[in-house]
């Protein structure tokens, strides 16, 4: 999926949707609750930009919807937020938990009421979602590996920056080894967590530096991270390295593969925008449209992984967003 001009597409989507139904409108307002984390690094700031960007858009074009976006710095006080929502009597709850063992309960007592529940990111322990969407994490690590193996010309050092030790990191990182132990001339000389922290990723990519003496490639899976990776290597006045591949698909470093650097050559799409995905649904899901020749309870929704390079870049950069 492309993903210029996305929020045209969500809303012709959400139109879509309500033509297929054939709904009838009711004179009430449908509540619908988005809750996230707070913008602790640079993909959750843009996760709360698309929910804002998603519901104006969305509230323009239907103005029998009422929308509440509320972030939380923490799962203490995400549940809260989830809690309030609920006594406001949302219709709908759209949430990427802060952290889905803390959230599970109070996403299931919402679930079990009948609110139409979309989980974005973060699965949950235990089913308790209408719809489950995400990007693809196992994919964001083969399209990075299977390019920069060929980047590399099947040869080289590397060094991997994890994120932050949940499922998903795993999933990135186990779909990225399968890949690299196809390719016996390839070394992983490490792999430590950077928690999807540019300072963290600068201190572990220090670490690096001082620790091995010939790096030809890293990959650190987060273009937060990747902020970190290319100051320490600016810094230490390193020349051996030649590829650093992030992900996510950040508008400052795919305005970096636009303008061709040098080192930064490619990303791999992530998009917070999947919360203005799950909002779409979500309204939908509110109306009673989601039914069962669309979408069986609990369903799930996997976007795809898409390679940026220098000759599509123009299609994912938002200049606007907040990631």
């Given at each position: 999926?492309?993903?210029?001009?996305?929020?045209?597409?969500?809303?012709?989507?959400?139109?879509?949707?309500m033509t297929i139904a054939g709904a009838s409108f009711s004179a009430d307002k449908y509540r619908v609750g988005v809750s996230v984390p707070s913008a602790d690094?640079?993909?959750?700031?843009?996760?709360?930009?698309?929910?804002?960007?998603?519901?104006?858009?969305?509230?323009?074009?239907?103005?029998?919807?009422?929308?509440?976006?509320?972030?939380?710095?923490?799962?203490?006080?995400?549940?809260?937020?989830?809690?309030?929502?609920?006594?406001?009597?949302?219709?709908?709850?759209?949430?990427?938990?802060?952290?889905?063992?803390?959230?599970?309960?109070?996403?299931?007592?919402?679930?079990?009421?009948?609110?139409?529940?979309?989980?974005?990111?973060?699965?949950?322990?235990?089913?308790?979602?209408?719809?489950?969407?995400?990007?693809?994490?196992?994919?964001?690590?083969?399209?990075?590996?299977?390019?920069?193996?060929?980047?590399?010309?099947?040869?080289?050092?590397?060094?991997?920056?994890?994120?932050l030790q949940i499922p998903i990191n795993k999933q990135r990182v186990d779909a990225f080894n399968e890949v690299m132990a196809n390719h016996s001339n390839i070394?992983?000389l490490d792999s430590q967590p950077g928690d999807w922290s540019t300072q963290k990723a600068l201190a572990v990519m220090e670490n690096f530096l001082q620790k091995?003496?010939?790096?030809?490639?890293?990959?650190?899976?987060?273009?937060?991270?990747?902020?970190?990776?290319?100051?320490?290597?600016?810094?230490?006045?390193?020349?051996?390295?030649?590829?650093?591949?992030?992900?996510?698909?950040?508008?400052?470093?795919?305005?970096?593969?636009?303008?061709?650097?040098?080192?930064?050559?490619?990303?791999?799409?992530?998009?917070?925008?999947?919360?203005?995905?799950?909002?779409?649904?979500?309204?939908?899901?509110?109306?009673?449209?989601?039914?069962?020749?669309?979408?069986?309870?609990?369903?799930?929704?996997?976007?795809?992984?898409?390679?940026?390079?220098?000759?599509?870049?123009?299609?994912?950069?938002?200049?606007?967003?907040?990631?």
């Amino acid at each position: 999926m492309k993903y210029k001009n996305k929020i045209m597409k969500i809303v012709a989507a959400a139109a879509m949707l309500m033509t297929i139904a054939g709904a009838s409108f009711s004179a009430d307002k449908y509540r619908v609750g988005v809750s996230v984390p707070s913008a602790d690094h640079g993909w959750t700031a843009g996760l709360l930009w698309w929910a804002n960007k998603a519901t104006d858009e969305l509230s323009k074009k239907h103005d029998d919807v009422e929308f509440f976006v509320v972030a939380a710095s923490s799962g203490s006080k995400q549940v809260g937020d989830v809690e309030d929502l609920m006594i406001k009597g949302i219709d709908a709850l759209v949430i990427l938990p802060h952290n889905p063992a803390t959230l599970q309960k109070v996403i299931e007592e919402a679930f079990n009421s009948g609110i139409y529940t979309v989980v974005v990111d973060r699965e949950l322990g235990t089913s308790a979602q209408n719809l489950y969407i995400a990007g693809d994490n196992a994919g964001l690590g083969r399209v990075g590996a299977e390019w920069l193996a060929e980047e590399m010309n099947g040869k080289g050092n590397i060094v991997v920056i994890e994120g932050l030790q949940i499922p998903i990191n795993k999933q990135r990182v186990d779909a990225f080894n399968e890949v690299m132990a196809n390719h016996s001339n390839i070394k992983v000389l490490d792999s430590q967590p950077g928690d999807w922290s540019t300072q963290k990723a600068l201190a572990v990519m220090e670490n690096f530096l001082q620790k091995h003496p010939k790096i030809d490639a890293v990959w650190c899976q987060d273009d937060d991270m990747l902020k970190g990776v290319m100051q320490a290597i600016k810094e230490s006045g390193r020349t051996d390295i030649k590829t650093v591949l992030g992900g996510a698909g950040s508008k400052d470093i795919i305005k970096m593969v636009m303008d061709g650097d040098d080192v930064v050559r490619s990303t791999v799409t992530y998009s917070p925008s999947m919360v203005a995905d799950g909002i779409v649904f979500a309204v939908a899901g509110a109306k009673g449209e989601l039914v069962g020749s669309l979408y069986h309870a609990p369903s799930r929704v996997i976007l795809e992984a898409e390679l940026v390079t220098p000759e599509n870049a123009k299609d994912f950069y938002f200049p606007d967003a907040a990631f």
